[in-house]
C-alpha cells in the first residue's frame, strides 16, 4: 500500500512561489498517477493537474497552465507542486493523491493536505 | 468540458435515516469514470465509489452507487454518526483530467 506524506504549512506573500512536496513510500512499483487539487476555506475540491511519477509527463488544468509546474525525483519518490505568481486566491489546502487509471479511474490514496495562505 | 451538478446542497437527515445524494454530468459520460469521496472537516477526502457503482477498498456495504450517461446516485442505506460529512462526485476526462462536483453536506437533523 501505498502511503503519501506532503511538505509542512506555508505562508506566501503575494506574488511569490511555494513549492509542495508529495513523497510516496510503501509498495511504489505499481502503476500509477500523482493528481493535485485544491480546496479553498470552506470551498469544494478544484483538480490542478496531474503527473506520471515513472515518466515524468504531466497535463494541468487551463486555469492554471503557465502557473504551475509538476515535476518528480524518482530517486526520492517524490513528486512537487510549484505554484507562481500567488494571489490571495491561491490560499487553501493542497492535496496530493494517487490515481489509478483503467478500471478504478479514482484516487485512493491520499496526502495529508498542505495549507499554503497567501497574505501580505 | 463537462460540468457535474450535485444535489441537494445539504441534506438534513437523522441517524439511521436512508440518504440519496444525486450528481449529473452536463453530457453521457462512462461509467467507469465516476467516483464518489467522503470528506470529514479537517480531513482529506476518502474514495468511496469507483466505476459509479464499485466500493472501494474498507467501505461499509451501506454505501452504495448507481446510475449511467448522465445521472448517478450515491445511496446510504443507513446513515451512522460517522457518517455526516460532505460527499463529492469525480469524473475523468481526456488526459487524465478530473472534474468534481460542487459538494452535498449530509448534516444531523
Known sequence: ?120 | EIVLTQSPGTLSLSPGERATLSCRASQSVSSNSLAWYQQKPGQAPRLLIYGASGRATGIPDRFSGSGSGTDFTLTVSRLEPEDFAVYYCQQYGTSLSLAFGGGTKVEIK
Not at chain 1, 39 to 49: F, H, K, T
Not at chain 1, 72 to 78: G, H, I, K, Q, W
Not at chain 1, 93 to 106: E, F, L, Q
Open chain 1, 1 to 120: 500500500q501505498v502511503q503519501l506524506v506532503q511538505s509542512g504549512a506555508e505562508v506566501k506573500k503575494p506574488g511569490a512561489s511555494v513549492k509542495v512536496s508529495c513523497k510516496a513510500s510503501g509498495n511504489i512499483y505499481t502503476s500509477y498517477y500523482i493528481q493535485w487539487v485544491r480546496q479553498a476555506p470552506g470551498q469544494g475540491l478544484e483538480w490542478m493537474g496531474v503527473i506520471n511519477p515513472s515518466g515524468g509527463n504531466t497535463a494541468y488544468a487551463q486555469k492554471f497552465q503557465g502557473r504551475v509546474t509538476m515535476t518528480r525525483d524518482t530517486s526520492t519518490s517524490t513528486v512537487y507542486m510549484d505554484l507562481t505568481s500567488l494571489t490571495s486566491e491561491d490560499t487553501a489546502v493542497y492535496y496530493c493523491a494517487k490515481y489509478i487509471a483503467g478500471r478504478v479511474n479514482a484516487m485512493d490514496v491520499w496526502g495529508q493536505g498542505t495549507t499554503v495562505t497567501v497574505s501580505s
